[in-house]
C-alpha cells in the first residue's frame, strides 16, 4: 500500500505534536507508541498520576509563551521553584552555590574555599570542578551529582559544553549572600504547570480537535530520501513532500543510512532513564517540586513529587514520589533491582519512615533521557545534521538534534520546522 501525504512527521512528541498544530490537515504523523506526548506524558496509576521527572514551562521567548497559553486555555498556574539539594547532612535550596550560604555549617564548610578558588576552567571536569568551587563543594555536590547523572567518564565531556554543567558563580553573587541579598533570578526560578492533568495535558490538548492525522503503534522501518517515501514496518509505504523527524538522531540514522553509516552511530553517547513511582499511604512532609541527591551510595539522582505541582496529581490523602535511574544507553537497566534499590533508598534517608508507606511501585523507561557530550559524540552530530539537511529531512526536537533542551526549546523547533515548510511551499 503507498499513500502519499505533502508532510509526515515521524515522532508525536512535543515538537512534531508542535509543527503538526502549525501545519494542519495536510500532515501526518507517525508514532512508534501506543499513545502521543513522547517524554513529555502523564501516566496513571491506580489513581495516581505522575510525569516522568520534572516536566515543567518557562520562557524566555514571549511568541512561545503566548502560544502555550492559547493551547491550554490559560488553565494552568505559575508558582515559585522549589527545588533542594541534600547535601553533607543537610538540605539546602537550589543552586547549590547559593543554598549552602543559609546554613551557618555549610558555610563554615565552603565560602572559605570558594572565595578562594581560582575560577579558572581546567583540563578535566574534575580540575575544573575544584577550580570554580573549591574541594568541598566539588566533592560533596559536582563530581558525584554528576557521575550518577552522566553514567559515562566525565573527562571525555566537551570541554565548552562543561561550562552547562559546571556554570561559573560570580564571587560578586556570594559577597551578595553574606550581605543578605539574594542575587537575580533567571527565567526558571519560577514556571507554570497545567492546573489539571499533569504536563501531558499540553500534548493532549495540541492534538485536540486537530485536522491532521496521527497513526499510533506505527514504527518507521525505513526512510528513502531519493524517492521521497518512508515504510512501515507493517509494510505501508508513505510519500511525502516533506519530512520532519522528531526521533532520536541514532534511531533516524539506523533507518535512513547504509550499515556502514549505522555503525557509526556507537559515538553518539547518551544516557537512558528509569523512573519509578512509589505511591504512597500519606502525602510527604516536603513542599519541595523536586530534589536532588549526591551521594554514591544512593541509587537515584533526583526525586520528584508529583502533588507538589498540582493537588489532583494523587488521590486524596495520599502521596507518591517518583525516583530517577540514569543507565548508559547502550545497556539494558535491571528493572527489578533497580526498584528495590529504590525503595530501600527512600528509606535510608528516610523520605519515608517506612516500607509499608509504599502502597504501589511503577516503573517507565526511556532509553533516551540526556545526550552526552563528548567531543567525538559533538563532532559526529555536526556531520550528520549537515547531511539530512543536504536531503532535504527536517530535524526538530532535542533528541533529533542530538542536544539538550526544554520544553519551550522543543515547542520552538516544531514551529521553527512548520515555517520552513510553509515559506518554502512544495
Known amino acids: ?35 502521543i506526548g513522547g517524554v513529555a506524558r502523564t501516566f496513571s496509576h491506580r489513581g495516581f498520576k505522575y510525569d516522568l521527572g520534572p516536566h515543567v514551562l518557562y520562557f524566555r521567548n514571549q511568541q512561545i509563551k503566548e502560544f502555550v497559553s492559547d493551547i491550554l486555555d490559560g488553565e494552568w498556574i505559575k508558582q515559585e521553584r522549589r527545588a533542594r539539594i541534600v547535601i553533607a547532612g543537610e538540605t539546602i535550596d537550589y543552586p547549590v552555590q547559593e543554598g549552602f550560604m543559609r546554613s551557618t555549617a555549610l558555610k563554615e564548610r565552603y565560602l572559605t574555599e570558594i572565595l ?15 577550580n570554580l568551587y573549591g574541594e568541598g563543594l566539588a566533592k560533596d555536590f559536582f563530581i558525584p551529582y554528576n557521575k550518577k547523572l552522566w553514567q559515562h567518564p566525565l573527562d571525555e565531556m566537551n570541554n565548552e559544553m562543561m ?18 541579598k539574594p542575587p537575580g533570578r533567571g527565567a526558571n526560578a519560577c514556571f507554570f504547570y497545567p492546573t489539571q492533568g499533569g504536563i501531558g495535558t499540553l500534548t493532549r490538548k495540541l492534538a485536540e480537535n486537530q485536522r491532521y492525522e496521527v497513526k499510533l503503534s506505527t514504527e518507521v522501518a525505513t526512510v528513502n530520501f531519493r524517492e521521497r517515501w518512508v515504510e512501515t514496518a507493517d509494510d505501508s509505504r508513505y510519500r511525502y513532500s516533506h519530512l520532519i523527524s522528531t526521533i532520536p538522531l541514532p534511531e533516524l540514522v539506523r533507518i535512513s543510512f547504509s550499515p556502514e553509516c549505522r555503525f557509526t552511530v556507537g559515538n553518539l553517547k547518551s544516557v537512558g532513564m528509569v523512573f519509578v513511582h512509589l505511591a504512597l499511604t500519606h502525602p510527604l512532609n516536603n513542599d519541595s517540586h523536586w530534589v536532588y541527591y549526591p551521594q554514591p551510595d544512593v541509587i537515584f539522582h533526583r526525586i520528584s513529587i508529583p502533588g507538589n505541582y498540582t493537588n489532583n496529581m494523587t488521590p486524596d490523602s495520599k502521596g507518591s514520589l517518583v525516583a530517577e535511574v540514569s543507565f548508559p544507553s547502550d545497556t539494558a537497566p535491571n528493572i527489578d533491582s533497580i526498584t528495590i534499590r529504590v525503595t530501600e533508598d527512600v528509606v535510608k534517608l528516610r523520605i519515608i519512615e517506612n516500607p509499608r508507606d509504599i502502597i504501589d511501585t511503577d516503573t517507565k523507561v526511556i532509553r533516551y533521557a540526556y545526550v552526552f557530550p563528548s567531543t567525538q559524540s559533538l ?18 526536537g532535542r533528541y ?16 521553527k520546522a512548520a515555517k520552513h515548510i510553509k515559506e518554502t511551499g512544495s
Open 1 to 35: 500500500m503507498s499513500t502519499c501525504k505533502p508532510v509526515i512527521i515521524i515522532g508525536a512528541g512535543l515538537a512534531g505534536l508542535a509543527a503538526a498544530y502549525e501545519l494542519g490537515e495536510e500532515v501526518l504523523i507517525l508514532e512508534t507508541r501506543e499513545e
Open 379 to 396: 563532532e559526529l552530530r555536526k556531520e550528520l545534521l549537515s547531511k539530512y539537511a543536504h536531503k532535504g529531512i527536517i530535524l526538530a
Open 400 to 415: 533529533a538534534l542530538w542536544e539538550y533542551g526544554n520544553m519551550e526549546s522543543a515547542i520552538a523547533q516544531g514551529l
Open 116 to 130: 578562594k578558588a581560582s575560577g579558572q576552567r581546567g583540563n578535566t571536569f574534575e580540575e575544573t570542578a575544584r
Open 163 to 180: 561550562a552547562d554543567y559546571l556554570p561559573s558563580f560570580p564571587k560578586d553573587d556570594l559577597r551578595l549572600l553574606v550581605q543578605g
